[in-house]
């Protein structure tokens, strides 16, 4: 069973807000991931990160941004929230050997009004 | 360039009737393929997986999948459809050991008539 936490689950903001989007995992994998998901669709990549002080763009382009200043640790942030970034939130995080199978946290549901 | 095809964004079946999603890939290397499903306002968790070897995956809940290279498929199956099973499953494929991607289908919903 994989351990990966994401906090909080549900989020209502304004526009103009900047919000941080956390997730963590226990396991000690070195890559994490950052994916969007709108309702009904499919995952797309946004954000990842192979270790510590590596972050990459995902194939989606995002406004947001990301840290990975530890292991465990992999938050989001959303400098302006706008309506357009309302959607579901998922990180993800990886055992690095092949075929390094991706475990999911359970996701953050963002709403932006 | 990989892609996943999953034939179907809703299926509905029967309790107690056979469960199938359609799965196909393209790959130019031998892939890696996985199957996830999504409860409602839940992540995703690993059904089963394909690596090497064995061609029929076994995973949790019943379910299995079948990887068939000539016909470049992966589908899941499940004998016997539980109202539980009633849910989103996701298809993805990973282009071997050199990328890190995880390419994912659209989804297919799954609904189970009582």
């Known amino acids: 069973e994989a351990d990966i936490y994401q906090t909080p689950r549900y989020l209502v903001i304004g526009t103009g807000k900047k919000i941080t989007l956390e997730c963590s995992q226990t396991?000690?994998?070195?890559?994490m991931y950052w994916y969007q998901q709108d309702p009904g669709m499919e995952l797309h990549l946004i954000h990842y990160?192979?270790?510590?002080?590596?972050?990459e763009k995902g194939d989606l382009s995002s406004e947001s941004t990301v840290s990975r200043i530890r292991t465990e640790h992999f938050p989001l942030t959303l400098e302006s929230a706008r309506p357009s970034h309302t959607s579901q939130y998922l990180c993800?995080?990886?055992?690095?050997?092949?075929?390094?199978?991706?475990?999911f946290g359970p996701g953050t549901r963002l709403t932006v009004l | 360039a990989q892609s996943v095809t999953q034939l179907g964004s809703h299926v509905s079946v029967s309790e107690g009737a056979l469960v199938l999603l359609r799965c196909n890939y393209s790959s130019s290397v031998p892939p890696y393929l996985f199957w996830y499903v999504q409860y409602p306002n839940q992540g995703l968790q690993l059904l089963l997986k394909y690596t090497t070897g064995a061609t029929l995956v076994k995973g949790i809940n019943g379910f299995e999948a079948e990887f068939k290279k000539s016909e470049t498929s992966f589908h899941l199956t499940k004998p016997s459809a539980h109202m539980s099973d009633a849910a989103e499953y996701f298809c993805?494929?990973?282009?071997?050991?050199?990328?890190?991607?995880?390419?994912f289908g659209s989804g297919t919903r799954l609904l189970v008539r009582p």
């Open positions: 990160s192979y270790g510590v002080n590596s972050t």
């Open positions: 993800a995080s990886s055992e690095g050997l092949a075929p390094d199978t991706q475990y």
């Open positions: 396991m000690g994998h070195d890559k």
């Open positions: 993805a494929v990973r282009e071997g050991d050199s990328s890190y991607k995880l390419i």
